[in-house]
């Protein structure tokens, strides 16, 4: 049982099955306790003879991985909810500190018998044949000098987040967080904008020197991680460990240039567009969020309860079946959304593995990336619940890159009922600022992505070359933004990127998946019905399958080259149009 549970916004949930291996009362935070359940697995591989006792056998360790995911999501749960709580942050670090080091031999050692198991010839190879791979994997790059390694990578990224989740700022005599800020980008009132903007970045430039300790000690740590495994840079260590099976650095190289060839000219329009109705010589950063006919910002809440209430609606005409299953989340209190003081940053969907439940956790302070994110959760959230008649553990969750399929296609699809929130006039602004982002971030995932690449690709490298491989990428991709007096400031923007320092290499992903999702959606013009029976199946198939056989299930091409990208970004052009000013 989880220490500090009275900091979880739920009530534990049982076993959506129950439990036929691991005991029904057990304190999956102590070693001495859950220690021996590997020991029996280990000692049942030998007498499981044929492959119908060797599934037997995955299920029960699935059953295990499952109560031991749980466990730890329940931990991080209650620290990002409670950064400032000390019995929070102590659970969480036992956790790391003492159950996951003990867990990665095990579970190395538990793959290593089935890949060596002699009933294993016997399975249906596509049915394990995505199980099998990851498995020898796992096998390939464990090594236990890895094993302290991880736990330190873990720790050093809980200071980043607890760094973050404690930043506010006085402004005009209040105190706020600096997500709570960002509300002021959208005011119509310039120097307000401005006054806004540079508060919240002059109290990002003051951590900025414990921000580079942390990644340095991330950095130096990732490097011997890989060196550990017998690889000559993380890049390429971190994509075998990803299981990028599928594609290759070489790949991620391409998209970066289609987005450049492709994308770039689209945003610069873009730009150039909201300086002229703006009536400004030159864009300035905190000039990118106002609307651009200088209107007032989007509201379209004040209170979490309507944000959940208007989602509802939104679920209840796209579909009855999301419907239910976004009901039952709020139902549970599996939803926590409002900002506060001493709340982790940022947004992200966690699935309790057991009881097989999606949580959502948000920061939203009443605005229109507020309704996009709470969109995007419950997506995720779709996507757990499709899969949760799927009994073996390692198929009920999917690739980042089709996870985010389900995320950013639910943008899309539900951003289309928004009538609740907005008048019509703002619908249509809040539909027009939705694409104009998509339009936005895929020039910022080309930016930390080739980051990224630079990074682990030049081990050894100096804060000096690292930022000046930052500024270059910042040419390439910043778009016509004036920075001129705040030189530091874009020399440090990537410090407030959290994938960067939490998961490396994890952001190519999303744009991968906004190709997807692009093309969910077109489907969707053209036959409503269809597509989201496709949507749906994808999701149902958890992660059974490879990559690209998911996103043909859903609908889609898994590619991301120019042929792929050119036709998606003529048709959000040709949208953005219809839309009108």
């Not at 209107?295 to 209430?309: N, S």
């Amino acid at each position: 049982m989880l220490a500090g549970m009275n900091l979880l916004p739920f009530e534990p949930q049982p076993p959506f099955r129950p439990r036929a291996f691991v005991p029904e009362f057990i304190d999956l935070g102590d070693w001495k306790q859950v220690e021996p359940l590997f020991d029996k697995l280990e000692s049942a591989a030998a007498s499981a003879r044929s492959p119908a006792e060797l599934e037997r056998w995955l299920l029960d360790g699935g059953e295990l991985s499952a109560a031991l995911e749980e466990e730890s999501s329940r931990r991080y749960i209650a620290m990002t909810c409670h950064t400032d709580s000390p019995e929070a942050e102590r659970a969480y670090l036992h956790f790391v500190e003492e159950i996951d080091p003990r867990l990665k031999p095990r579970q190395f050692k538990l793959a290593r018998l089935f890949l060596e198991h002699p009933a294993r010839a016997g399975l249906a190879r596509e049915r394990y044949f995505v199980f099998d791979r990851s498995a020898q994997v796992l096998v390939d790059l464990f090594r236990p000098e890895n094993v302290p390694l991880e736990t330190e990578e873990a720790k050093l990224t809980q200071q980043y987040q607890k760094l973050l989740g404690s930043l506010t700022v006085n402004f005009r005599g209040e105190e706020r967080t600096l997500v709570q800020m960002g509300r002021y980008q959208e005011e119509t009132d310039r120097a307000l904008r401005q006054e806004a903007w540079e508060l919240t970045a002059q109290r990002r430039l003051q951590e900025a020197d414990r921000i580079e300790d942390i990644f340095q000690q991330l950095l130096k740590l990732r490097e011997q991680i890989a060196a550990n495994a017998g690889f000559p840079n993380y890049l390429q260590y971190a994509f075998k460990r990803l299981g990028r099976f599928d594609y290759t650095p070489e790949d991620c190289g391409k998209f970066h240039e289609a987005i450049e060839k492709e994308i770039m000219p689209v945003l610069r329009k873009l730009q150039a567009r909201r300086r002229k109705r703006l009536g400004l010589e030159t864009l300035r950063p905190w000039d990118l969020s106002v609307d651009p006919s200088n209107q007032p910002p989007l509201r379209p809440f004040d209170k979490v309860e309507t944000l959940v209430a208007n989602t509802q609606d939104i679920f209840d005409k796209l579909d009855a079946g999301l419907a239910r299953d976004f009901r039952l989340m709020s139902e549970k209190h599996l939803l926590d959304l409002d900002n506060r003081k001493g709340k982790a940053p940022g947004g992200y969907q966690s699935t309790l593995a057991e009881s097989r439940l999606p949580f959502i956790f948000m920061n939203a302070v009443g605005m229109q990336r507020d309704v996009d994110t709470i969109l995007h959760e419950a997506g995720h959230a779709f996507h757990a619940l499709a899969a949760r008649e799927e009994d073996f553990h390692p198929y009920r969750s999917a690739p980042i890159e089709f996870c985010e399929v389900a995320s950013m296609s639910m943008e899309l699809l539900g951003g289309e009922f928004l009538e609740k929130f907005y008048s019509t006039a703002d619908t249509r602004r809040a539909r027009r600022k939705h694409l104009e982002g998509i339009v936005d971030i895929f020039p910022w995932i080309a930016t930390v992505d080739a980051f990224q690449h630079w990074i682990y690709g030049h081990p050894g490298h100096s804060r000096a070359e690292r930022q000046q491989a930052w500024l270059e990428l910042m040419e390439r991709f910043g778009g016509e933004v004036d920075w001129t007096g705040h030189e530091r400031v874009r020399a440090n923007l990537w410090h407030r990127q959290l994938h960067i320092f939490l998961y490396p290499f994890y952001y190519v992903e999303y744009g991968i998946a906004q190709l997807g999702a692009l093309q969910v959606w077109c489907n969707s013009k053209k036959d409503k019905a269809g597509a989201l029976a496709a949507y749906q199946r994808g999701l149902a198939l958890g992660g059974a399958r490879p990559l690209p056989e998911l996103f043909e299930a859903a609908g889609c091409r898994f590619d991301f080259s120019r042929q792929t990208v050119q036709p998606l970004v003529e048709m959000v052009q040709g949208e953005l149009a219809h839309l009108g000013e």
